[in-house]
């Protein structure tokens, strides 16, 4: 733990500017009152007085101090013990790269703190945590529901006729993240992607019967969810869609068409 180890304090320095300070505040009490000030005089003391006067409560006040600090950290350690192991180990580990100072005023609030959930003891907030927690659908109800537009582009390389667009969407499922590639491709090498059609997957359709829909995932997806993209993408679009995991080296791929 990161408790800090006390040594014999140090005796009350007797200096110019304590003495220069305490003769200012006499002679301000007896200029307060003019009429009186023979009779607050005489019952001022000396400034040897003061100083040796100083030096005895300095230190009945230091070992007062200690025996406060002493059971204000006995009392949090108790409460720390008192905590499972796993959560104590915890505690002790974030207690020692904390930000705060090693008292046992800022040990037992931070033990309040965890207590009333203010503090996560797995994610301290003088830590950075990246967010990592994904949107998970884990049983959508349709296409838009599951995944979300992240990019798109024209693919093909020539005249808007021969031309279409390739739309980029993420999405999770409930076992990682996924990204899909949606394009249209020609079922007859003598058609055009030029329409006017208004049936549209995300704004993605052009063409209409000599068109299919290909989507492909990359990302770890299950057949569960490939069947799962296979449905709720076919029902998005009135052409036929084709879903297939992306290619990996050494790996063989699957698809099917719907």
């Known amino acids: 733990m990161r408790f800090r180890r006390w040594h014999r304090p140090e005796p009350y320095g007797d200096t110019s500017r304590k003495r220069a300070a305490f003769l ?31 030096a005895v409560w300095w230190d009945e006040a230091e070992r007062a101090r200690r025996r406060m600090r002493a059971a204000s950290w006995r009392k949090a350690r108790t409460r720390l013990f008192a905590l ?21 005023g800022y040990f037992a609030d931070l033990l309040h703190q965890i207590d009333v959930g203010r503090v996560d003891p797995h994610r301290p ?12 659908t884990p049983d959508p109800s349709s296409f838009d529901a599951a995944f979300r537009q992240i990019g798109q582009r024209k693919v093909g390389g020539g005249p808007k006729t021969t031309e279409a667009d390739e739309l980029l969407f993420c999405g999770n499922l409930g076992s990682g993240i996924l990204f ?39 990302g770890d997806c299950s057949d569960a969810e490939l069947a799962t993209i296979e449905r709720i993408a076919q029902a998005a679009d009135t052409r036929p869609v084709a879903v297939r995991r992306a290619a990996r080296p050494g790996r063989m791929t699957s698809g099917r068409t719907a």
């Not at 505040?25 to 000030?37: G, I, T």
């Not at 009779?39 to 100083?51: L, N, P, S, Y």
């Not at 959560?87 to 002790?92: H, I, N, P, Y």
């Open 24 to 54: 200012r505040k006499q002679r301000l009490e007896r200029e307060a009152l003019p009429l009186f000030a023979d009779e607050i005089a005489a019952g001022q003391h000396g400034v040897d007085e003061e100083m040796a006067r100083r």
């Open 180 to 218: 899909l590639r949606s394009r249209v491709r020609l079922i007859e090498r003598h058609e055009s992607f030029y329409t006017s059609s208004g049936h549209r997957l995300r704004d993605s359709k052009v063409g209409s019967g000599g068109h299919f829909v290909e989507i492909e995932i990359t």
């Open 84 to 104: 499972p192991d796993a959560l104590r180990s915890t505690v002790r580990e974030i207690w020692r790269d904390c930000p705060y100072p090693a008292d046992p």
């Open 125 to 136: 907030p003088w830590k950075f945590h990246p967010e990592l927690k994904a949107r998970m």
